[in-house]
């Protein structure tokens, strides 16, 4: 089945500063890969994805780029504001309609 | 528009005993998903039911059970309970059945085994 790993497991940043997580997968033919973000208490929420034919998507202060070659994506977060402290989770989902998630990355936006 | 819905929010079980939760999709979507979260597990893939059948089910033993209405409501059941199930369940639903579709989680259920 499908693996997904994601780096770094926890991320502080300074408000403002750029936040980048990413994300390893390793079903060549996973073609859909979503990000969520979860909050204290509430249930993963979805914040941007990308489709195996798209190189990068932006939205706002958040992009994500995918390169199928290496196998990995990544989420991009640029002037980080404190609502931005959350837990996000990277996720594929591979040719058995499962969608395998990441481990998480706790990230803290310092005031 | 309504999001997900999962009841109860809380609840608490012993050993052996056995538990079912509930989830209302979205209005209109017709594919719901469950997945259990654990701090060392992460998200785990259990179910996805489409159209009142179980199309994809995860590396979860028997206990775990699960069925959708024809009003796309499911309901999620786990038997003989053990202390290792503690978790927070969570449902999502999708309007369609695909590997590029879009999941709406709810708040989910968190369920304490003791």
């Known amino acids: 089945g499908e693996n997904v790993e994601q780096h770094p497991s926890t991320l502080s940043v300074q408000e403002g500063d750029s936040a980048v997580i990413k994300c390893t997968y390793s079903d060549s033919a996973s073609n859909y890969f979503p990000w969520y973000k979860q909050e204290l208490g509430k249930g993963p929420q979805l914040i941007i994805d990308?489709?195996?034919?798209?190189g990068e998507k932006k939205d706002q202060r958040i992009a994500v780029t995918l390169n199928k070659t290496a196998k990995h994506f990544s989420l991009h977060i640029t002037e980080t504001q404190p609502e931005d402290s959350a837990v996000y989770f990277c996720?594929?989902?591979?040719?058995?309609?499962?969608?395998?998630f990441g481990a998480g990355t706790t990230v803290t936006v310092r005031a | 528009k309504a999001g997900v819905t999962q009841t109860p929010r809380y609840l608490i079980k012993t050993r052996g005993q056995q538990v079912t939760l509930s989830c209302s999709p979205i209005?209109?979507?017709?594919?719901v998903s469950w997945y259990q979260q654990t701090p060392g597990q992460g998200l785990q893939f259990l179910f996805e039911?489409?159209?009142?059948?179980?199309?994809n089910k995860g590396n979860f033993p028997g206990r775990f059970s699960g069925r959708q209405f024809s009003n796309s409501r499911s309901e999620m059941n786990v038997s003989t309970l053990e202390l290792g199930d503690s978790a927070l369940y969570l449902c999502?639903?999708?309007?369609?059945?695909?590997?590029?579709?879009?999941?709406?989680f709810g708040s989910g259920t968190q369920l304490s085994v003791l």
């Open positions: 999502a639903s999708s309007s369609r059945l695909g590997r590029d579709e879009k999941l709406f």
């Open positions: 990308i489709r195996s034919n798209v």
């Open positions: 996720a594929a989902s591979s040719h058995d309609y499962k969608l395998s």
């Open positions: 039911y489409f159209s009142e059948t179980q199309r």
């Open positions: 209005s209109g979507h017709r594919s």
